[in-house]
């Protein structure tokens, strides 16, 4: 990966390396909506499933899976300052 800040005082960008930077930035913020409107509509999901008596299906596994993977990810993201609730 192409990293385009540099770490000094703070963190600072190369004016050149802005437009790319930014862009960077954008995709990062998509995929935290991204993740945060997942880590509300997959427990809705497993909630309606254990309703349904279907807790052994292939779909409430996968669902569950994906839960684990997606806490485990915001953790690392609040380590680093970057998901917030």
């Known amino acids: 990966m192409t990293r385009f800040t540099a770490k000094s ?3 600072t960008v190369p004016a050149a390396d802005l437009p790319q930077a ?3 930035l954008a995709a990062l913020e998509d995929m935290l909506e991204e993740l945060a409107a997942r880590q509300t509509g ?3 999901e497993l909630a ?6 279907k807790e052994k299906t292939v ?3 996968e669902l569950l899976g994906q839960k684990l993977l997606l806490n485990e990810m915001a953790a690392l993201l609040e380590r680093h300052g970057i998901w917030m609730d």
Request: without cysteine.
């Open 22 to 24: 930014l862009r960077r």
């Open 48 to 53: 309606r499933l254990k309703a349904a008596g």
């Open 42 to 44: 997959i427990p809705a």
């Open 9 to 11: 005082d703070g963190h």
């Open 59 to 61: 779909r409430y596994r």
